[in-house]
């Protein structure tokens, strides 16, 4: 009953409704053949109890027994604390061989901008679009001159960020002077720079000229428009698709 309360929640809310109901059958199908709780009581009746270990018969018999029993536990556990030592030491060497692979997928800045991006950070990618003038870079590496408005954690906060998100560590450190306008800043001079080339333009001059004190607001380019669009769109859904059907 509740694979039944929930089937009726997920169709309720869910864009397809038939697909919907249709997956909520598949899960009850497989669940059919599973024991009913009754059935699970009973086996656990009907299971044998387990074996009691054995007392220790008193005597000095009993006390070798228990120093044979403690030096096998201490042994056992030596094994298992050498067992997972290994698989530690393990994993981190796997860690370090796929760490040039995952530094691969990012050859510019512009790309850890994207991966910033991409993780919804709007905090951090407002702070990096801002307050970071890039003086070099590589995959790992960032070297950056603080804009006057960055904050001061800025660089441990990013290299934290980007070691959380690609599994790598990146050496991010500061320089005194040396940087490159911040992404902010670019972004300003071409948009000044496409307000000066539009208000050179017959129509819009002619504009400017009739309406004294009029302002040439946001500008916004074909590819802005075409990305625009696309991040707006809405995934399409096929209401003919069925998932009994052999491909």
């Not at 059935?39 to 008193?58: H, I, Q, T």
């Not at 990618?125 to 001159?145: A, D, K, M, T, W």
């Not at 004190?213 to 698709?241: H, R």
Request: a negative charge.
């Amino acid at each position: 009953w509740q694979m039944g309360l929930k089937a009726l929640e997920e169709v309720a809310q869910a864009p397809n409704a038939m697909m919907a109901a249709e997956m909520a059958v598949i899960r009850m199908t497989h669940v059919s053949d599973m024991p009913t709780p009754g059935e699970l009581v009973a086996k656990l009746k009907d299971a044998p109890p387990p074996p009691r270990p054995n007392s220790p018969s008193g005597g000095g018999g009993g006390g070798g027994s228990g120093t044979s029993a403690g030096a096998q536990a201490v042994a056992d556990r030596s094994a298992a604390m050498t067992t997972g030592g290994g698989v530690s030491a393990s994993g981190a060497q796997a860690a370090l061989a796929q760490s040039p692979d995952a530094l691969a997928r990012f050859p510019t800045f512009l790309h850890v901008v994207d991966l910033i991006r991409a993780n919804r950070d709007v905090k951090l990618l407002v702070e990096v679009e801002g307050g970071v003038r890039l003086v070099s870079y590589q995959p790992g590496r960032i070297e950056f001159e603080p804009a006057p408005n960055a904050a001061r954690d800025l660089s441990q906060r990013l290299g934290s960020r980007l070691q959380s998100w690609t599994g790598a560590r990146w050496a991010v450190s500061v320089a005194n002077a040396g940087g490159q306008p911040t992404i902010t800043e670019t972004r300003d001079a071409d948009k000044a720079r496409l307000r000066a080339a539009a208000a050179e333009t017959p129509v819009v001059a002619a504009i400017l000229d009739a309406f004294p004190g009029a302002e040439i607001g946001d500008l916004k380019t074909p590819n802005d428009i075409v990305a625009t669009a696309a991040s707006n769109a809405l995934a399409e859904v096929d209401d003919e698709w069925d998932p009994f059907e052999e491909e």
